[in-house]
């Protein structure tokens, strides 16, 4: 059977979830083969049956596609305003200077003080469900705790969250 292999090349083809996975899973491996186990399993589904199955130039190969993506990781990146994620169209807090209220705010903070495991929740309250847009501008949904999209974020693209990390 053949094995079909799906290989980010950009941080927009890895997720929140995956990128929180994959700091989480790795933050004490210093064997090399060990993390690269981990990018393949976490970046690409693959096992580590069918790794085994592998050649050692095609690991290789997909191993130097992934690695420029994660060490891109910690630069500097654009700022998204909007993205789509199942249908669903997400938008920045539209004027971050006045429209945001002391509670949002503190649990912006609170969040990126967890950490790793706190991105996918500050992603939550800066990005939320466009309910109208007109002449390119955007009103979203207003907040509301506990935060229903929380979960969802999880699967947004690592490029958008790492370009709201502005703060």
Same mark, same amino acid.
């Given at each position: 059977?053949?094995?079909?292999?799906?290989?980010?090349?950009?941080?927009?083809?890895?997720?929140?979830?995956?990128?929180?996975?994959?700091?989480?899973?790795?933050?004490?491996?210093?064997?090399?083969?060990?993390?690269?186990?981990?990018?393949?399993?976490?970046?690409?589904?693959?096992?580590?049956?069918?790794?085994?199955?592998?050649?050692?130039?095609?690991?290789?190969?997909?191993?130097?596609?992934?690695?420029?993506?994660?060490?891109?990781?910690?630069?500097?990146?654009?700022?998204?305003?909007?993205?789509?994620?199942?249908?669903?169209?997400?938008?920045?807090?539209?004027?971050?200077?006045?429209?945001? $209220?002391? @509670?949002?705010? *503190?649990?912006?903070?609170?969040?990126?003080?967890?950490?790793? #495991?706190?991105?996918? !929740?500050? /992603?939550?309250?800066?990005?939320?469900?466009?309910?109208?847009? $007109?002449? @390119?501008?955007? *009103?979203?949904?207003?907040?509301?705790?506990?935060?229903?999209? #929380?979960?969802?974020? !999880?699967? /947004?693209?690592?490029?958008?969250?790492?370009?709201?990390?502005?703060?």
């Amino acid at each position: 059977s053949k094995l079909e292999i799906n290989i980010p090349t950009t941080l927009m083809d890895i997720s929140v979830g995956q990128y929180q996975r994959f700091l989480i899973e790795t933050k004490d491996i210093e064997d090399n083969d060990a993390l690269e186990q981990k990018m393949l399993n976490i970046f690409c589904g693959i096992t580590l049956h069918q790794l085994r199955a592998l050649n050692s130039n095609q690991v290789e190969d997909i191993v130097s596609k992934i690695a420029p993506i994660i060490n891109s990781f910690s630069d500097a990146h654009p700022f998204i305003h909007r993205f789509s994620l199942k249908g669903v169209e997400y938008g920045f807090i539209p004027n971050l200077e006045q429209d945001v $209220s002391y @509670g949002e705010n *503190k649990d912006i903070t609170t969040h990126f003080k967890e950490g790793v #495991e706190g991105i996918h !929740k500050a /992603m939550a309250v800066l990005y939320r469900p466009i309910v109208m847009t $007109s002449n @390119g501008t955007y *009103k979203i949904e207003g907040y509301k705790v506990p935060v229903k999209h #929380e979960d969802a974020l !999880k699967e /947004m693209p690592l490029g958008v969250a790492l370009g709201a990390q502005v703060f």
